[in-house]
Structure formats: C-alpha cells, structure tokens
C-alpha cells in the first residue's frame, strides 16, 4: 500500500511538473526579450499590475452577459438546447461510464480526480506565475494571471451554482432530474464539476499559450482526463461535465480577450532577438529558433 501511494504521489508531481516545464520552456524561450518589456517595474509594481488584470478579468467575465450580441445569445441557446438533448441520455451515459470503471487503471482516475483538487491544481498556477515573477518574464506573467483569474472565476461560479441548483449526484440513486434548490447536502451538489471546470479551465488556459494544433490536443486531452474519471466514479452525470467544460471555454476566452482587448500586456508586439518555437508531430520534436 506504501509502495503504491508513493508511486501515485511520484505520477502526480511529473504530471504537474511536465506541464509546468512544457509552459516554461516555451515561453521563455519564446519571449525572451519581454524580460526587458517595463524595465522601469519593479517586482512589487509588476504583482499590482497582475492583481489589477486579474480582478478586471474576473470583473470582465460576470458583466461580459450585459454586452453579448445576437451571435453571443445564439451560442448561448446552442449551448442550452445542446444540454437540453444530453439531458435526456443522462442515466444511461451514467450505466456506461460505471461499467468502465473497472478497466480503467486507478492511477489514472486518481491522477484525475487529484487534478482537480484546487490543492495541486492551484499549486501548478501559482507555480507558473511566481516563475513569471522571478525572471520578470512578462509572457508567462500573462499566462499565470489568466490562470489564477481563470479558475477563481470559474470556482465561484461552481459553487454558487452547486448550492443553487441542489441537483442530485447520481451515487445518491435519485434521478437526474431530481433537483434541492439551495441546498447544502454535498449528495446535492452535482451541477455543474467543480473537477471538470477546474481542471479544464487550467488546460484551455494553457492552450491558448501555443499554436501547434498536436500539442493543443494534448494538452486538451490531459485535461479531460479529470472530468471524464468524475464519471468512471458516478460523481456526476454527463450534462454536469460537458457543462462544466463549456463553463471553463467561456470563462478562459472572456478573461484573455479582457487581457488582450486592454493591453494590460505588451510582449506580443516585441519581436526582437531569437524566437524559439517547440514543434512536435507525428514522429517528430524539435526546437526551431527564428530570427
């Protein structure tokens, strides 16, 4: 049992370190020159600047509804009537996700559920934006603030929703329409995953810091894993998860359109020195630099 917790314990730090040296690696190798970007900045005036923009996202992400166009409330009611559909195959997605828990190795649902813990999974942000802050390097700054404003915005809004909603988990045996408004029993908090809103917000965070579509679908993947093993546990029913993903899309695409509409961040118009770029494919991995 020892042997196996510590093996368990060893596949979650190389998880988040991998993902912490594959955002490192490529963006400081990227964008070295922004180290010089506010030369002017000191440590302490760079984490002020950070709070700002992540409380002007945050801010940006609950009024953004006030501004929404027609393709805005059409991608919204997609979004409803989508869930609507999936609503009616909820019980049975739940039968078939149960009967692969047992195929499914338990390193892999346990790296999934610890994945969406805020414990590590706050850990890998922080860790990313202190990164940020020690090289002064204003590309991984951005990053480390569109992740922590990203997974606070998205926590607040799974909580509330959790407690609002009262929807029954489906390891209670009630339904999936049976529904406690406000309440505070956790067997009723079903909707939407705090697992799948956390862990993928982290992912599509990520992402969007790379342009290879190869490495984009990985890091997607990874950040599956843990909203797909809340199903293998009978945690929560498909709508819940695929919600919960479509949450975490808007939340991440909300906060850096604020970032980048304001231009609380200048690097991507430095394009001096050496740009590094990872390239990964089929049979391939290489480190291309252009001058």
Same mark, same amino acid.
């Given at each position: ?109 346990? *790296?999934?559920?610890?994945?969406? $813990?805020?414990?590590? !999974?706050?850990?890998?942000?922080? /860790?990313? =934006? %202190?990164? &940020? ?68 917000? *982290?992912?599509?965070?990520?992402? $969007?810091?790379?342009? !290879?579509?190869?490495?984009?679908? /990985?890091? =997607? %993947?990874? &950040? ?68």
């Amino acid at each position: 049992m020892a042997s196996y917790y510590f093996c368990r314990m060893n596949l979650l730090k190389v998880f988040s370190f991998l993902l912490f040296w594959i955002i490192s690696f490529q963006m400081f190798g990227q964008e070295k020159d922004s180290l010089e970007t506010y030369p002017e900045m000191s440590r302490w005036d760079m984490i002020k600047h950070d709070g700002a923009s992540a409380f002007g996202g945050i801010k940006h992400v609950y009024t953004n509804p006030l501004r929404w166009k027609k393709r805005d409330w059409a991608t919204f009611a997609g979004i409803v009537a989508g869930s609507a559909l999936l609503l009616t195959i909820d019980e049975p997605a739940d039968d078939y996700f149960l009967e692969q828990e047992e195929d499914i190795p338990h390193i892999v649902k346990e *790296t999934g559920f610890r994945f969406g $813990k805020p414990l590590l !999974n706050y850990g890998l942000t922080t /860790g990313v =934006y %202190a990164f &940020g802050i020690l090289t002064k390097n204003e590309k991984v700054r951005k990053t480390g603030v569109l992740l922590i404003a990203s997974a606070t915005a998205g926590g607040i809004i799974q909580t509330i929703s959790k407690t609002l909603a009262g929807r029954a988990r489906p390891s209670t045996g009630k339904g999936s329409t049976d529904f406690r408004f406000y309440s505070n029993d956790a067997g009723y908090h079903s909707f939407p995953s705090g697992h799948a809103i956390l862990s993928f917000t *982290t992912a599509y965070a990520i992402s $969007k810091q790379f342009t !290879n579509p190869y490495v984009k679908g /990985g890091i =997607y %993947a990874l &950040g599956l894993v843990s909203p797909v093993s809340r199903l293998w546990a009978g945690a929560h029913w498909l709508t819940d998860v695929v919600l919960g993903v479509a949450i975490s899309v808007v939340v991440v695409d909300g906060i850096d359109n604020y970032l980048n509409k304001n231009k609380r961040y200048a690097y991507k118009s430095k394009r001096l020195g050496i740009k590094w770029n990872i390239t990964m494919g089929p049979g391939q991995l290489g480190l291309i630099g252009s001058f």
